[in-house]
Every structure is written in C-alpha cells, then in structure tokens.
C-alpha cells in the first residue's frame, strides 16, 4: 500500500524567498507530524495535527514557519523569508490513532537547501 | 533540551556478532519507546517499540530491552548482517493531551556491519 508520501524530495530556494513543502499521509491515518533533522542532529518535532482539533505548534521554530492540514489529510508546510539555518531534511510522519501509542509512519523527507 | 541521548554516534560490528545500541533518556514521564532504522535519502522505518510495563520485546533479530529505573534502554540485533548497516534512532513519547503520541528522539548511531 502506499506510505506517506512528500514532494518535492529535494528544494534549493535562495535566501528570503517562501518555500511549500507538502506531505500526503497514509489513507485513514488521522494524526499528522512535521519533523526536521538538521545536519548531525536528531529529529526535531515541529507541528502535530490529530482530526480536526487545534494543532500543536510548540515545536515551531519562528513565525516564519507555519502549516495547514485540508481536509484531514494532505499537509503543507510554509517557510516564508528562509534563512540559511532553516536548510535541513523534513520529515512528515503520519500514525492511527486509538487507545494508546502506535508507531509513527515517516515519509522520505524534503532535503531543504537555502542558499 | 536533550531528552533522549545517544551517546555512541557510530559502532562497527562484524557480521553474524551482536550489535547492542544503547539509549539513555531523562524524562520519567515516556512511557513508550521505539527505534527506528534510517538508510540514506530515505524516511525513518519503524523497526521495534517496547511500552513501559514491559522489560523486553522481541521481533525475530531484535530485541529491545528497557530498565525504568536506570532510564536506559537497548537494542540488539543478533546475528547482524551487513543490511543492517543503517542509522538507528532511539525515541520515546508520553501521552501529551495536545500533541498526541510526538516522539523525542536521539541523535542516532550509524551501524557498519562488516563481512
């Protein structure tokens, strides 16, 4: 079946510009994760997004960065004004959601390069 | 912030030994612990999760083995074969009432098992 899916796989933007980065998570999976690894770093929770509840920015960065959930599936996450710190891989993770803890299911990441 | 800790960045192994991966972490609060396996360019994989109430969890080559009251836990792969050369992510989580299941994750360790 198909995974979580993230375009594009790789962005080279120069400094000050906006970039969208996008994430189709699995089909049926209602809660919605961005993460981002920075060279020879862990990975870093950004934005979570559970149905149609509020979602949990604490990880956020700045407000230069910010994400929308339509529909309870494809996400998108907006970097506007990008500065060279920003360039890193991320990574959006999709998972059930029940009773208790499940695995999260990660795309392969957009590599995020800013010039 | 660190509060999952890796403190081995790489271990070589030669193939058909063990390869232990340890994993120390602060936050008494997790309850849920995985690790995840990494190639290049590609998504964290979910390989092996452990809940709290339990001391081992055992998937074929793998187990992992958590110790609450040291707050470290490990990963062994046995036999190790040389596809298992990857970076492997230790993560846990606690039930967070706006953030669901986000996972704190480590550093990573690179594995190279060698022929």
């Known amino acids: 079946g198909a995974g979580v899916s993230q375009s594009p796989s790789n962005k080279v933007t120069e400094k000050g510009k906006d970039v969208e980065l996008r994430c189709d998570p699995i089909s049926g999976h209602t809660a919605l994760y961005w993460y981002r690894q920075s060279l020879g770093q862990g990975l870093e929770f950004l934005i979570y997004f559970q149905g149609n509840s509020a979602p949990d920015k604490s990880g956020l960065p700045s407000d230069r960065f910010s994400a929308e959930r339509t529909g309870g599936s494809v996400s998108t996450l907006t970097i506007q004004r990008t500065q060279q710190e920003d360039s890193a891989v991320y990574l959006c993770?999709?998972?059930?959601?029940?009773?208790?803890?499940?695995?999260?299911?990660f795309g392969n990441g957009t590599r995020l390069t800013v010039t | 912030d660190q509060q999952v800790k890796q403190n081995s960045p790489s271990l070589s192994v030669q193939e058909g030994r063990i390869s232990i991966l340890n994993c120390d972490y602060t936050n008494s609060m997790f309850d849920y612990f995985l690790w995840y396996k990494k190639y290049p360019a590609e998504g964290p994989t979910f390989l092996i999760s452990?809940?709290?109430?339990?001391d081992k969890n055992e998937d074929g080559r793998f187990t992992v083995f958590l110790n609450k009251s040291a707050k470290h836990l490990s990963l062994h792969i046995v036999p190790s074969q040389p596809g298992d050369s990857a970076v492997y992510f230790c993560?846990?989580?606690?039930?967070?009432?706006?953030?669901?299941?986000?996972?704190?994750f480590g550093k990573g360790t690179s594995l190279l098992v060698t022929p």
């Open positions: 993560a846990a989580s606690a039930m967070r009432t706006n953030s669901g299941y986000a996972l704190n």
């Open positions: 993770a999709s998972s059930l959601t029940g009773t208790g803890p499940t695995p999260l299911h």
């Open positions: 452990i809940s709290s109430i339990k």
